[in-house]
């Protein structure tokens, strides 16, 4: 069968949408504690190829997570007013095609892990579970925030593995971090869905924690930051990288200016500044590793 120039470009379109390529937030919110971990692990000086295979993983694997999100919510999203306009729940992609999309997503991630080491390699296949299985959890428990928090800091062990060879206990507690940062923040952006969620019948943590959900959020960042101090005494990082988790802080309570009335745009706002809350952080450890290397 033969396909128009037309076609295929509507094909490619409407899998770009599908990937959620024109919202990089979800990449970026991926990208930062990544980078965290394969700039610490590298000691300033990554291995340039640990560096492009992490990035573009977290490129496809996030693509991946997207396609795999909507076939799962498939008919759920029509009822969503958030996501009624997305190409499965639009019926502008079949499921078929969303579960095929998928697989090639993973098979090209899995190729660009074959380049590193086997620990990777064997931390790879937790990281690909972790994925699949998020969508899902949101029909069985009221945490797939936690579940998605998993998923997104599975790069952080396998960063370290790819770079040492060994996860040591500075690696999981930027794991550890990192589940609670997006726990915390995947709750804003669930905060804005809460009323339809209600409806048909989806969990979330925003759900969960109910009337206390600004406080807990608010807990929860204060965890984040235990976390993060924690770990910049034990590799031992210096003054520039706790200033960049100063302005982390600075950015939490901004965060909670914005949620704390639950109106959902300033919810989706909240949720946003978290890029600039994983930039900073990760502008505080580049800079105090070239720091070093200028002494």
Not at 136 to 142: E, L, S
Not at 221 to 249: D, E, H, K, R, W
Not at 254 to 277: G, H, M, S, T
Request: proline share 4%; with cysteine.
């Amino acid at each position: 069968m033969a396909f128009s120039v037309a076609t295929i470009k509507d094909r490619l379109h409407q899998y770009a949408l599908l990937m959620r390529l024109d919202r990089p937030i979800g990449i970026l919110l991926l990208l930062w504690p990544t980078m965290w971990a394969v700039v610490i692990a590298g000691e300033g000086k990554p291995d340039p190829l640990v560096l492009a295979v992490f990035v573009l993983g977290v490129i496809v694997m996030r693509s991946a997570g997207c396609v795999i999100n909507d076939y799962a919510d498939r008919n759920i999203d029509p009822y969503v007013q958030r996501t009624r306009n997305r190409p499965i729940a639009a019926g502008r992609v079949a499921p078929g095609e969303a579960l095929k999309l998928f697989v090639f997503l993973c098979l090209i991630a899995f190729g660009l892990v074959l380049l590193l080491n086997w620990q990777t390699i064997f931390l790879s296949f937790v990281a690909v579970a972790l994925a699949a299985l998020y969508p899902f959890a949101k029909r069985h428990t009221h945490l797939p925030q936690v579940v998605l928090g998993m998923a997104f800091s599975m790069a952080i062990p396998m960063a370290f593995a790819a770079q040492t060879g060994e996860v040591n206990r500075i690696a999981w507690l930027l794991f550890l971090a990192n589940v609670l940062w997006t726990t915390a923040y995947d709750t804003m952006y669930a905060m804005v869905d809460r009323e339809d969620d209600l409806k048909i019948g989806v969990k979330s943590t925003a759900i969960l924690f109910g009337d206390v959900d600004v406080i807990i959020i608010g807990i929860i960042q204060s965890m984040v930051f235990l976390a993060l101090f924690l770990a910049g005494a034990l590799i031992p990082m210096g003054a520039l990288y706790y200033m960049g988790v100063t302005v982390a802080i600075g950015l939490a309570l901004y965060q909670q200016e914005l949620i704390k009335d639950r109106v959902p745009d300033r919810c989706f706002q909240a949720f946003l500044n978290n890029n600039w809350f994983g930039l900073v952080i990760f502008a505080g450890i580049v800079l105090d590793f070239l720091s070093r290397s200028e002494m």
